[in-house]
T-cell receptor, first 110, second 114 residues
Framework: GQQLNQSPQSMFIQEGEDVSMNCTSS?????WLWYKQDPGEGPVLLIA?????ELTSNGRLTAQFGITRKDSFLNISASIPSDVGIYFCAGRQGAQKLVFGQGTRLTINP | DGGITQSPKYLFRKEGQNVTLSCEQNLNHDAMYWYRQDPGQGLRLIYYSQIVNDFQKGDIAEGYSVSREKKESFPLTVTSAQKNPTAFYLCASSRGDTNTGELFFGEGSRLTVL
């Protein structure tokens, strides 16, 4: 099936640092979604992107839909302890099923 | 409040037993999904249903079965044919509108085979 390459796989940062992660694909997508999963819980939708070049913010989170439609980025500014978790990107082509990246595990040292 | 409810949260099973995981949503969503999550891996699609009384196999359907008799409910049965059933199982739903890909997830069910 389709593959999404999400990187990095894990990050260890200090509280207050900015975070950046991305997803790339060899295929074109028309929807990009970013989710966060806390331990033992289901993923929660953070940001949804529907247009190439779109830049959307949600508080300290900013995500962009790449202009080539083959990638997306998520940035977190001024990280805080509750940002810890696993972040997943997901992409969809038209009416096709969502494809998920393998996740970025974020750990924050206080 | 609207949402997706999965039960049980934790389940232990002996080898050779079938178990059924429940998923109920009151979001009036047409589409429902089951994903499997293993440590350090992304979400893999088991089955999905876009309308009542219809469902499709996902990428890893072998050893699983589902039913969709009601819009609100999409139970997953993990059969004894599933060779490695220990995992975290996530149910999700969406409006089914092809213009949006937003999935809403339940809190998950952790199945452990003893």
């Amino acid at each position: 099936g389709q593959q999404l390459n999400q990187s990095p796989q894990s990050m260890f940062i200090q509280e207050g640092e900015d975070v950046s992660m991305n997803c790339t694909s060899s295929s074109i997508f028309n929807t990009w979604l970013w989710y966060k999963q806390d331990p033992g819980e289901g993923p929660v939708l953070l940001i949804a992107l529907y247009k190439a070049g779109e830049l959307t913010s949600n508080g300290r989170l900013t995500a962009q839909f790449g202009i080539t439609r083959k990638d997306s980025f998520l940035n977190i500014s001024a990280s805080i302890p509750s940002d810890v978790g696993i972040y997943f990107c997901a992409g969809r082509q038209g009416a096709q099923k969502l494809v998920f990246g393998q996740g970025t595990r974020l750990t924050i040292n206080p | 409040d609207g949402g997706i409810t999965q039960s049980p949260k934790y389940l232990f099973r002996k080898e050779g037993q079938n178990v059924t995981l429940s998923c109920e949503q009151n979001l009036n969503h047409d589409a429902m999904y089951w994903y499997r999550q293993d440590p350090g891996q992304g979400l893999r699609l088991i089955y999905y249903s876009q309308i009542v009384n219809d469902f499709q196999k996902g990428d890893i359907a072998e050893g699983y079965s589902v039913s969709r008799e009601k819009k609100e409910s999409f139970p997953l049965t993990v059969t004894s044919a599933q060779k490695n059933p220990t995992a975290f199982y996530l149910c999700a739903s969406s409006r089914g509108d092809t213009n949006t890909g937003e999935l809403f997830f339940g809190e998950g069910s952790r199945l452990t085979v003893l």
